[in-house]
Protein backbone atom coordinates (compact mmCIF):
# COMPACT_ATOMS: atom_id res chain seq x y z
CA UNK A 1 0.00 0.00 0.00
CA UNK A 2 1.04 3.23 -0.99
CA UNK A 3 0.23 7.18 0.51
CA UNK A 4 -0.27 10.50 -0.95
CA UNK A 5 -0.46 13.67 1.34
CA UNK A 6 -2.37 16.87 -0.29
CA UNK A 7 -2.23 20.07 1.13
CA UNK A 8 -5.71 21.62 1.75
CA UNK A 9 -4.58 25.20 1.38
CA UNK A 10 -6.45 25.78 -2.18
CA UNK A 11 -9.49 23.42 -1.58
CA UNK A 12 -12.44 25.46 -0.33
CA UNK A 13 -14.62 22.32 -0.18
CA UNK A 14 -12.59 19.80 2.21
CA UNK A 15 -15.46 17.41 2.09
CA UNK A 16 -16.47 17.28 -1.39
CA UNK A 17 -12.69 17.08 -2.63
CA UNK A 18 -12.35 14.14 -1.13
CA UNK A 19 -15.62 12.58 -2.20
CA UNK A 20 -14.81 13.38 -5.62
CA UNK A 21 -11.18 11.63 -4.99
CA UNK A 22 -13.08 8.66 -4.44
CA UNK A 23 -13.30 8.42 -8.51
CA UNK A 24 -9.37 9.01 -9.87
CA UNK A 25 -9.27 5.55 -9.28
CA UNK A 26 -10.27 2.27 -8.10
CA UNK A 27 -6.70 1.73 -6.61
CA UNK A 28 -7.46 4.15 -3.81
CA UNK A 29 -8.26 2.24 -0.50
CA UNK A 30 -9.19 5.16 2.10
CA UNK A 31 -9.11 8.47 2.24
CA UNK A 32 -8.97 10.73 5.14
CA UNK A 33 -8.65 14.48 5.95
CA UNK A 34 -7.58 16.84 8.93
CA UNK A 35 -7.88 20.57 8.40
CA UNK A 36 -4.11 20.88 6.84
CA UNK A 37 -4.10 17.75 4.81
CA UNK A 38 -5.74 14.84 3.16
CA UNK A 39 -4.16 11.55 2.98
CA UNK A 40 -4.79 9.41 0.34
CA UNK A 41 -3.97 5.02 0.57
CA UNK A 42 -4.09 3.56 -2.69
CA UNK A 43 -2.46 -0.18 -3.64
CA UNK A 44 0.71 -0.23 -5.45
CA UNK A 45 0.67 -1.35 -8.70
CA UNK A 46 3.05 -0.79 -11.88
CA UNK A 47 0.80 2.59 -12.56
CA UNK A 48 1.89 4.88 -9.39
CA UNK A 49 -0.89 6.66 -8.85
CA UNK A 50 1.38 9.76 -7.13
CA UNK A 51 1.13 12.18 -10.22
CA UNK A 52 -2.17 11.66 -10.96
CA UNK A 53 -3.47 12.71 -7.63
CA UNK A 54 -1.34 15.93 -7.19
CA UNK A 55 -2.63 16.65 -10.52
CA UNK A 56 -6.33 16.20 -9.59
CA UNK A 57 -5.62 18.47 -6.62
CA UNK A 58 -4.35 21.02 -8.36
CA UNK A 59 -6.68 21.05 -10.62
CA UNK A 60 -9.83 20.66 -8.11
CA UNK A 61 -10.97 24.59 -7.23
CA UNK A 62 -14.45 26.05 -6.15
CA UNK A 63 -13.04 29.07 -5.74
CA UNK A 64 -15.31 32.31 -7.42
CA UNK A 65 -16.21 35.95 -6.54
CA UNK A 66 -19.24 34.26 -4.10
CA UNK A 67 -17.78 31.70 -1.92
CA UNK A 68 -19.66 28.52 -0.89
CA UNK A 69 -19.22 29.45 2.70
CA UNK A 70 -21.46 32.85 2.22
CA UNK A 71 -24.30 32.22 4.10
CA UNK A 72 -27.97 33.95 2.72
CA UNK A 73 -29.75 33.10 5.83
CA UNK A 74 -30.12 30.92 9.17
CA UNK A 75 -33.14 29.68 10.82
CA UNK A 76 -32.35 28.98 14.58
CA UNK A 77 -33.78 26.23 16.92
CA UNK A 78 -34.26 26.86 20.73
CA UNK A 79 -31.94 23.58 21.97
CA UNK A 80 -28.26 23.26 21.04
CA UNK A 81 -28.52 19.42 22.00
CA UNK A 82 -27.51 17.01 19.07
CA UNK A 83 -28.34 13.41 18.34
CA UNK A 84 -25.67 11.69 17.08
CA UNK A 85 -25.99 9.58 13.94
CA UNK A 86 -25.19 6.01 15.34
CA UNK A 87 -28.20 6.56 17.59
CA UNK A 88 -30.03 7.05 14.40
CA UNK A 89 -29.01 4.85 11.82
CA UNK A 90 -29.80 1.93 14.74
CA UNK A 91 -32.96 3.69 16.40
CA UNK A 92 -35.26 1.00 14.86
CA UNK A 93 -37.56 3.59 13.24
CA UNK A 94 -34.64 4.28 10.47
CA UNK A 95 -32.34 1.46 9.82
CA UNK A 96 -28.96 2.04 7.98
CA UNK A 97 -28.14 -1.38 5.91
CA UNK A 98 -24.88 0.34 4.03
CA UNK A 99 -23.74 0.96 0.85
CA UNK A 100 -26.13 3.91 0.27
CA UNK A 101 -29.27 1.76 1.45
CA UNK A 102 -31.52 2.90 4.63
CA UNK A 103 -35.01 1.36 5.46
CA UNK A 104 -37.88 3.26 7.32
CA UNK A 105 -40.20 1.75 9.20
CA UNK A 106 -43.02 2.93 11.58
CA UNK A 107 -42.62 6.41 12.89
CA UNK A 108 -39.22 6.69 10.44
CA UNK A 109 -41.85 6.35 7.49
CA UNK A 110 -44.32 8.57 9.57
CA UNK A 111 -42.21 11.19 9.75
CA UNK A 112 -41.06 11.08 5.44
CA UNK A 113 -44.58 11.36 5.10
CA UNK A 114 -45.11 13.92 6.96
CA UNK A 115 -42.34 15.82 5.64
CA UNK A 116 -43.36 14.91 1.92
CA UNK A 117 -47.42 16.04 2.74
CA UNK A 118 -45.72 19.72 4.30
CA UNK A 119 -43.70 19.88 0.40
CA UNK A 120 -46.21 19.23 -1.13
CA UNK A 121 -48.85 21.44 -0.07
CA UNK A 122 -46.41 24.54 -0.25
CA UNK A 123 -46.19 23.12 -4.27
CA UNK A 124 -49.93 22.97 -4.80
CA UNK A 125 -50.10 26.45 -3.11
CA UNK A 126 -48.62 27.68 -6.27
CA UNK A 127 -51.00 25.77 -8.15
CA UNK A 128 -48.73 23.81 -9.20
CA UNK A 129 -50.18 19.80 -11.42
CA UNK A 130 -49.11 16.21 -9.59
CA UNK A 131 -47.95 14.15 -11.48
CA UNK A 132 -46.16 10.83 -10.91
CA UNK A 133 -43.24 9.66 -14.10
CA UNK A 134 -41.96 6.30 -14.38
CA UNK A 135 -38.93 5.17 -12.22
CA UNK A 136 -36.91 4.30 -15.34
CA UNK A 137 -35.24 6.97 -18.17
CA UNK A 138 -34.83 6.66 -21.72
CA UNK A 139 -31.28 7.13 -22.30
CA UNK A 140 -31.29 8.57 -25.40
CA UNK A 141 -33.10 11.67 -22.44
CA UNK A 142 -30.06 11.41 -20.34
CA UNK A 143 -27.94 11.53 -22.69
CA UNK A 144 -30.01 14.95 -24.29
CA UNK A 145 -29.91 16.28 -20.81
CA UNK A 146 -26.50 16.66 -20.90
CA UNK A 147 -25.72 14.78 -17.46
CA UNK A 148 -23.96 12.03 -18.40
CA UNK A 149 -21.27 14.47 -19.64
CA UNK A 150 -21.07 16.94 -16.74
CA UNK A 151 -21.56 14.03 -13.95
CA UNK A 152 -20.60 10.59 -15.44
CA UNK A 153 -19.80 9.54 -11.44
CA UNK A 154 -23.34 9.06 -11.25
CA UNK A 155 -25.16 6.94 -13.96
CA UNK A 156 -26.82 3.92 -13.02
CA UNK A 157 -27.88 1.99 -16.17
CA UNK A 158 -30.21 -0.97 -16.91
CA UNK A 159 -29.87 -3.76 -19.73
CA UNK A 160 -31.55 -6.69 -20.15
CA UNK A 161 -30.25 -10.64 -21.42
CA UNK A 162 -30.65 -10.50 -24.66
CA UNK A 163 -33.65 -12.49 -26.27
CA UNK A 164 -32.62 -15.87 -26.44
CA UNK A 165 -33.14 -19.26 -25.19
CA UNK A 166 -29.87 -20.41 -24.89
CA UNK A 167 -28.63 -16.81 -23.95
CA UNK A 168 -31.31 -17.12 -20.82
CA UNK A 169 -30.51 -20.72 -20.38
CA UNK A 170 -26.65 -19.59 -19.11
CA UNK A 171 -27.67 -16.24 -17.81
CA UNK A 172 -28.17 -17.67 -14.02
CA UNK A 173 -25.16 -19.20 -13.78
CA UNK A 174 -23.07 -16.10 -15.64
CA UNK A 175 -24.25 -13.70 -13.33
CA UNK A 176 -23.52 -15.59 -10.13
CA UNK A 177 -19.83 -15.86 -11.85
CA UNK A 178 -19.96 -12.01 -12.42
CA UNK A 179 -20.10 -12.41 -16.04
CA UNK A 180 -23.73 -12.00 -16.79
CA UNK A 181 -22.99 -8.34 -18.45
CA UNK A 182 -22.02 -10.20 -21.34
CA UNK A 183 -25.00 -11.32 -22.20
CA UNK A 184 -26.57 -8.39 -21.86
CA UNK A 185 -28.03 -6.00 -24.20
CA UNK A 186 -26.53 -2.20 -24.65
CA UNK A 187 -28.81 -0.55 -21.91
CA UNK A 188 -31.99 1.75 -23.36
CA UNK A 189 -32.97 3.29 -19.53
CA UNK A 190 -31.28 4.30 -16.86
CA UNK A 191 -32.57 4.83 -13.13
CA UNK A 192 -32.56 8.50 -13.36
CA UNK A 193 -29.88 10.26 -11.41
CA UNK A 194 -32.41 13.81 -11.33
CA UNK A 195 -35.95 14.19 -10.88
CA UNK A 196 -36.63 17.00 -13.20
CA UNK A 197 -35.65 14.80 -16.47
CA UNK A 198 -38.88 12.93 -16.89
CA UNK A 199 -40.62 16.50 -17.15
CA UNK A 200 -38.22 17.75 -19.98
CA UNK A 201 -39.05 14.60 -22.20
CA UNK A 202 -42.47 14.56 -21.78
CA UNK A 203 -42.47 18.45 -23.28
CA UNK A 204 -40.32 17.86 -25.92
CA UNK A 205 -40.38 19.35 -29.32
CA UNK A 206 -43.72 20.93 -27.83
CA UNK A 207 -44.83 24.89 -27.04
CA UNK A 208 -46.10 25.90 -24.34
CA UNK A 209 -48.73 28.54 -23.93
CA UNK A 210 -48.21 29.34 -20.53
CA UNK A 211 -46.16 29.24 -17.70
CA UNK A 212 -46.36 26.01 -15.88
CA UNK A 213 -45.40 24.24 -12.86
CA UNK A 214 -45.91 20.66 -11.66
CA UNK A 215 -44.77 18.78 -8.89
CA UNK A 216 -44.31 15.05 -7.92
CA UNK A 217 -42.19 12.48 -6.02
CA UNK A 218 -39.95 10.60 -7.58
CA UNK A 219 -37.26 8.13 -6.93
CA UNK A 220 -33.47 9.33 -7.98
CA UNK A 221 -30.28 6.96 -8.27
CA UNK A 222 -26.78 7.97 -7.73
CA UNK A 223 -23.53 6.38 -7.01
CA UNK A 224 -22.09 8.20 -4.88
CA UNK A 225 -18.68 6.32 -4.97
CA UNK A 226 -17.74 2.99 -2.69
CA UNK A 227 -15.81 4.81 -0.38
CA UNK A 228 -18.72 7.45 0.37
CA UNK A 229 -21.74 5.60 1.61
CA UNK A 230 -20.26 6.23 5.55
CA UNK A 231 -21.48 9.51 5.00
CA UNK A 232 -24.34 10.55 7.29
CA UNK A 233 -26.96 10.97 4.58
CA UNK A 234 -24.87 9.73 1.60
CA UNK A 235 -28.02 8.13 -0.63
CA UNK A 236 -27.43 5.62 -2.98
CA UNK A 237 -31.72 5.03 -3.45
CA UNK A 238 -33.98 7.87 -2.01
CA UNK A 239 -36.46 10.28 -3.08
CA UNK A 240 -37.28 13.76 -4.19
CA UNK A 241 -40.10 15.81 -3.52
CA UNK A 242 -39.80 17.94 -6.98
CA UNK A 243 -41.02 20.96 -8.33
CA UNK A 244 -40.35 22.04 -11.66
CA UNK A 245 -40.65 25.43 -13.11
CA UNK A 246 -41.46 26.28 -17.09
CA UNK A 247 -41.67 29.61 -18.65
CA UNK A 248 -40.39 33.21 -19.12
CA UNK A 249 -37.16 33.83 -17.22
CA UNK A 250 -39.00 36.36 -14.90
CA UNK A 251 -41.56 33.64 -13.85
CA UNK A 252 -38.93 31.14 -13.05
CA UNK A 253 -36.43 33.33 -11.21
CA UNK A 254 -39.36 34.49 -8.73
CA UNK A 255 -40.99 31.76 -8.55
CA UNK A 256 -38.12 29.99 -7.16
CA UNK A 257 -37.29 33.15 -4.90
CA UNK A 258 -41.09 32.74 -3.44
CA UNK A 259 -40.28 28.76 -3.10
CA UNK A 260 -37.26 29.30 -1.19
CA UNK A 261 -38.96 31.73 1.58
CA UNK A 262 -41.36 29.36 1.38
CA UNK A 263 -39.06 26.52 2.67
CA UNK A 264 -37.59 29.17 5.17
CA UNK A 265 -40.97 29.43 6.58
CA UNK A 266 -41.40 26.28 7.19
CA UNK A 267 -38.04 25.49 8.96
CA UNK A 268 -39.10 28.33 11.01
CA UNK A 269 -42.48 27.04 11.68
CA UNK A 270 -40.92 23.32 12.38
CA UNK A 271 -37.69 25.39 14.78
CA UNK A 272 -35.28 23.69 12.82
CA UNK A 273 -31.78 24.78 12.45
CA UNK A 274 -30.82 25.59 9.00
CA UNK A 275 -29.03 27.72 6.36
CA UNK A 276 -29.18 28.57 2.85
CA UNK A 277 -25.58 28.61 0.91
CA UNK A 278 -24.75 29.51 -2.55
CA UNK A 279 -23.88 26.18 -4.27
CA UNK A 280 -22.24 24.22 -7.00
CA UNK A 281 -22.85 20.70 -8.44
CA UNK A 282 -20.17 18.11 -7.85
CA UNK A 283 -18.41 17.55 -10.74
CA UNK A 284 -15.63 15.56 -10.46
CA UNK A 285 -13.95 16.00 -14.19
CA UNK A 286 -11.28 18.66 -13.55
CA UNK A 287 -12.62 20.00 -17.35
CA UNK A 288 -15.53 20.70 -16.34
CA UNK A 289 -14.73 22.58 -12.47
CA UNK A 290 -14.72 26.21 -14.05
CA UNK A 291 -18.92 25.53 -14.13
CA UNK A 292 -18.58 25.47 -10.36
CA UNK A 293 -17.85 29.04 -10.22
CA UNK A 294 -20.61 29.95 -13.15
CA UNK A 295 -23.12 28.44 -10.98
CA UNK A 296 -22.12 30.28 -7.83
CA UNK A 297 -21.16 33.49 -9.31
CA UNK A 298 -24.49 33.83 -10.79
CA UNK A 299 -26.66 32.20 -8.28
CA UNK A 300 -27.68 29.24 -10.61
CA UNK A 301 -27.78 27.27 -7.40
CA UNK A 302 -28.45 27.54 -3.71
CA UNK A 303 -28.78 24.79 -1.07
CA UNK A 304 -30.84 24.19 2.04
CA UNK A 305 -29.09 22.67 4.67
CA UNK A 306 -29.63 21.00 8.14
CA UNK A 307 -27.34 21.33 11.08
CA UNK A 308 -26.18 17.69 11.75
CA UNK A 309 -23.90 18.43 14.81
CA UNK A 310 -21.98 21.45 15.49
CA UNK A 311 -21.14 23.22 13.04
CA UNK A 312 -21.65 19.84 10.80
CA UNK A 313 -24.32 20.78 7.86
CA UNK A 314 -26.67 18.21 5.55
CA UNK A 315 -27.63 19.37 2.68
CA UNK A 316 -31.91 18.25 2.19
CA UNK A 317 -32.86 20.59 -0.42
CA UNK A 318 -31.20 22.60 -3.18
CA UNK A 319 -32.95 25.18 -5.94
CA UNK A 320 -31.68 25.34 -9.14
CA UNK A 321 -31.98 27.97 -12.15
CA UNK A 322 -31.03 26.07 -15.84
CA UNK A 323 -31.74 29.30 -17.92
CA UNK A 324 -32.86 28.09 -21.49
CA UNK A 325 -30.35 24.52 -21.46
CA UNK A 326 -33.65 22.38 -21.35
CA UNK A 327 -35.60 23.88 -22.92
CA UNK A 328 -32.84 23.96 -26.22
CA UNK A 329 -31.76 20.35 -25.43
CA UNK A 330 -35.48 18.96 -25.50
CA UNK A 331 -36.61 21.64 -28.31
CA UNK A 332 -39.14 23.21 -25.91
CA UNK A 333 -40.48 26.70 -26.95
CA UNK A 334 -42.58 29.50 -25.29
CA UNK A 335 -45.62 30.97 -27.19
CA UNK A 336 -43.40 33.12 -29.02
CA UNK A 337 -40.77 30.44 -30.22
CA UNK A 338 -37.77 31.01 -27.79
CA UNK A 339 -37.22 28.41 -26.02
CA UNK A 340 -38.15 27.93 -22.45
CA UNK A 341 -35.97 28.31 -19.38
CA UNK A 342 -36.57 25.91 -16.19
CA UNK A 343 -35.75 25.73 -12.75
CA UNK A 344 -36.44 23.05 -10.45
CA UNK A 345 -36.33 22.60 -6.35
CA UNK A 346 -35.87 19.28 -5.39
CA UNK A 347 -36.17 18.30 -1.30
CA UNK A 348 -34.70 14.54 -0.63
CA UNK A 349 -37.36 13.38 2.06
CA UNK A 350 -34.93 10.88 3.36
CA UNK A 351 -32.30 13.27 4.00
CA UNK A 352 -34.55 15.93 5.54
CA UNK A 353 -35.74 13.11 7.57
CA UNK A 354 -32.34 12.01 9.09
CA UNK A 355 -31.34 15.42 9.55
CA UNK A 356 -34.33 16.26 11.43
CA UNK A 357 -33.83 13.58 13.47
CA UNK A 358 -30.66 14.22 14.52
CA UNK A 359 -32.16 17.74 15.95
CA UNK A 360 -34.83 15.94 17.04
CA UNK A 361 -34.18 12.72 18.17
CA UNK A 362 -36.18 9.36 17.38
CA UNK A 363 -38.93 10.15 20.27
CA UNK A 364 -41.91 11.35 18.21
CA UNK A 365 -43.24 12.68 21.11
CA UNK A 366 -40.40 15.48 21.35
CA UNK A 367 -40.77 16.32 17.58
CA UNK A 368 -42.31 19.67 16.46
CA UNK A 369 -43.77 18.02 13.21
CA UNK A 370 -47.07 15.76 14.47
CA UNK A 371 -47.45 12.74 12.88
Not at 106 to 115: C, K, M, R, T
Request: hydrophobic share 35%; with cysteine; charged share 25%.
Amino acid sequence: MKRCTISTKNIEDIDAFCRALNFVSEQIIEITHSECHIEVCYEETEEDLYDSLVSYAKAFSTTSDHSINDVEWKTSRDKDIFFSQNSIRHSGILRDNGNGFVILTEAGLALYEAIDAKLRNIALEFHAIEKKYPVLLDVSTLIKSGYVRMSPQYTTLCCCPTESIETLSRFGSALAKGTGLSLCNSPHHALSPSACFHVYAEHENSTLKEDSIITFRQCVFRNEGRLNWSDFGRLRDYTVREIVMLGSRDYVSTTRTELVNSLKNLCLDLEIGTRLIPACDPFVMPELHRFKKIQISESLKYELQVECAPNRYLSVASFNLHGTAFGSAFNINEYNRNPIESGCIGVGLERFAMAYLSQFGTNPKKWSIKI
